[in-house]
Structure formats: structure tokens, C-alpha cells
């Protein structure tokens, strides 16, 4: 069975990241999306429960996507998973400069036992990004392109939150 890990922050999941879903679960038995803890990424939106009950709530009719919320080195959390490659979705050159570090990084810590798959990014998504769906969302304009209808009903029960 050919599996393999998305990991990520999806704080909050976006149509890209969904995309790159939809293409990696036409290509592989199961894929698994990890939403790992980002410690560069302090101020996040949704806790780590939250993003996992929503994306849950997301693919609960997709057979072979599972969410998870990962601890530690994502290298391990795909050992532990028996995940042979992570994936990542790729936007642009600048993606690709970190990923290819992050991939070789990957490498060497799991000795091998860990690859990095890319997918490329939908046109349509290109410049889509968590942050940028935050920044949108914060300044009150229409976040409808760029998220599920189901996330962004729960970005706006954030707003009542915190109004
Ligand atoms: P991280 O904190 O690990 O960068 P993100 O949630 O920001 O987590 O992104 C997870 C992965 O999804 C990364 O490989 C990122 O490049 C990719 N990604 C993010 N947005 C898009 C998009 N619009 N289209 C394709 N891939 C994307």
C-alpha cells in the first residue's frame, strides 16, 4: 500500500492545500495530513484540536484521506505512519528553495528512510496562502475563493470569538 504524509501548518486549510490533496489521493493508496505544531509560526488562529476537528470534518467522506496531528519530527511521524515520502505543494521559486532544503534536511535525519514528493500548485491557488487568507479575513474582505464554505463558517465563529 503506497502512503504518504502531508504535513503542515493549515492554519487555516486552504483550496490549495486541498488541491494538493486531491492530486496526491489520485496517485496514492492513502494520504495522510499531518497538521504539525510550526514553532516559527507563533500566533496561530485555530489550535491544533480545532484545525483537527475541521479538517476531519472536511474529508470524513473520503476514504483514503486521514488526519492527524503530528508531534515531533515529521520524518518520524512518517516512519510511525509507515509513510516512504512526504509530500509538499509547490507555488513558486521560493517554495521550492525551502523545500529542497527541508527535503535533503529529511533525508539525512530519517538516513534515507524519508523522500519528499512536490506537487505543483493549481494556477487558480498560486497565491494563495494561509497568511494571506488571515490577512484577508482580519481586514473584512471576502475569503469565499480561497477556503472550503465549511472553514469559512468556522473562521467567522472566530470573529464572534473575539468581537
Ligand atoms: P508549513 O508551515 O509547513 O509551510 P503550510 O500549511 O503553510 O505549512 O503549507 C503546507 C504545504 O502546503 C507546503 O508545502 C506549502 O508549500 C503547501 N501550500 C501552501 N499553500 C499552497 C497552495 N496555495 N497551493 C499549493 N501548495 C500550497
Do not use: W
Not at 97 to 120: K, M
Not at 131 to 147: A, Q, R, W
Amino acid at each position: 500500500m503506497s502512503k504518504v504524509l502531508y504535513p503542515g501548518s493549515f492554519d487555516p486549510i486552504t483550496k490549495g492545500h486541498m488541491n494538493i490533496v486531491e492530486q496526491a489521493s489520485d496517485m496514492f493508496d492513502e494520504v495522510i495530513i499531518a497538521i504539525m505544531r510550526n514553532s516559527a509560526k507563533k500566533n496561530s488562529m485555530f489550535t491544533v484540536k480545532e484545525r483537527l476537528e475541521m479538517i476531519s470534518e472536511l474529508y470524513h467522506r473520503i476514504d483514503n484521506v486521514r488526519v492527524i496531528a503530528g508531534e515531533g519530527a515529521t520524518v518520524d511521524v512518517a516512519i510511525k505512519n509507515e509513510c516512504k515520502a512526504i509530500i509538499r505543494g509547490l507555488r513558486s521559486l521560493a517554495d521550492f528553495d525551502s523545500e529542497l532544503a527541508l527535503c535533503h534536511i529529511n533525508r539525512e535525519i530519517s538516513d534515507n528512510r524519508v523522500n519528499t514528493i512536490c506537487f505543483f500548485a493549481d494556477q487558480k491557488y498560486q497565491f494563495v496562502s494561509s497568511s494571506i487568507v488571515k490577512e484577508l479575513y482580519y481586514i473584512d474582505k471576502d475569503i469565499t475563493p480561497y477556503v472550503d464554505p465549511l472553514i469559512k463558517e468556522k473562521m467567522m465563529e472566530k470573529r464572534i470569538d473575539f468581537r
